[in-house]
């Protein structure tokens, strides 16, 4: 699926939806290691972006979005629509990460 055919919105411009084939998800849960947590507490010390954090977070956010894309073509989807992000904490150190949205079908609108 092409990135610009998933949307946060509630409708892709230029694009009308034929037919929704409802919620798509991909979802992973994460720890963070004891290495990382060692060099993100060695950042930390210093302020700004801990980056190691951050690149734990962004592959996180592309595992569970590259998921639902998958998701959504096993349903027949061309499109999904009001996507999401969502985020818990497990427990100490453990973090779901959940992306989700509204699988569809959709056709250029010709109007």
Do not use: W
Request: proline share 1%; hydrophobic share 40%; glycine share 10%.
């Amino acid at each position: 699926m092409q990135d610009v055919m998933v949307t946060t919105a509630l409708s892709l411009p230029g694009y009308k939806i034929v037919r929704t084939l409802g919620v798509v998800r991909g979802l992973t849960v994460r720890s963070r290691s004891i290495i990382g947590n060692f060099f993100g507490a060695i950042q930390s010390v210093f302020g700004g972006n801990i980056t190691i954090y951050t690149n734990l977070c962004e592959q996180a956010r592309e595992e569970t979005y590259r998921l639902m894309c998958e998701h959504a073509e096993k349903q027949g989807a061309n499109a999904i629509i009001a996507m999401r992000y969502d985020a818990t904490e497990l427990m100490a150190g453990l973090t779901e990460v959940l992306c989700y949205g509204t699988a569809a079908i959709v056709a250029r609108d010709s109007s």
